[in-house]
């Protein structure tokens, strides 16, 4: 299994993921969030990442540390009660899903009033929670996927006693490689 090499992949499964629920009308990068989205909005942040003791792969498995911010308008009837309720939803939706290949289930940290987050002209019409997680993934290429090795192009199978090159006519073909498929 290959790590991720950049993190483009990652946000595309995770912005995917988060357009795939019914309760959010805005879906995005947390350092992206311009003015006039619909809420309830859902933004995204990777705050950090650190080595892991896990192995999933690649050379190194990382742990990220990501934001999800969970924003409604102010104006919006019983608004602190439904960002809430939203939140504490979406905790339990977030906890153990993955993002893709390469990717650990994700862990549920905390949850806390997202307002802390927010700049003075959003916290002006919005209100917020941060649901935070940890996840590990692997990182880089595989260290078994060797790209400069000679692509296998035939398996066969043979059965003890009957191995070697006398039983060269004992051994069955599991699998070709195609001619139109890529060497």
């Known amino acids: 299994m290959n790590g991720l090499l950049n993190f483009e992949d990652y946000i595309s499964a995770v912005e995917a993921a988060l357009r795939s629920l019914d309760i959010f009308k805005t879906v995005g990068i947390y350092s992206e ?74 862990q549920f940290v905390s949850a806390e009033s997202g307002n802390i987050y927010l700049d003075e002209k959003a916290l002006a019409s919005h209100h917020a929670w941060c649901v935070t997680i940890e996840q590990c993934v692997a990182v880089g290429m595989d260290p078994f996927d060797d790209t400069g090795a000679p692509t296998l192009k035939e398996v066969w199978m043979g059965i003890s006693p009957d191995v070697g090159g006398a039983h060269k006519d004992d051994y069955t073909l599991l699998a070709r490689r195609g001619p139109d498929e890529e060497a």
């Not at 308008?73 to 504490?88: C, D, H, P, T, V």
Request: hydrophobic share 40%; net charge negative.
């Open 33 to 106: 969030m311009g003015d006039g989205y619909e809420t309830p909005a859902v933004f995204f942040d990777i705050e950090r990442w650190e080595e892991s003791e896990a192995c999933l792969g690649g050379k190194l498995t990382v742990n990220l540390t990501c934001n999800f911010y969970i924003v409604r308008e102010l104006a919006a009837e019983g608004y602190n009660r439904k960002i809430r309720n939203a939140a504490l939803l979406f905790t339990g939706w977030i906890h153990q899903r993955q993002f893709g290949p390469g990717t650990g289930p994700a």
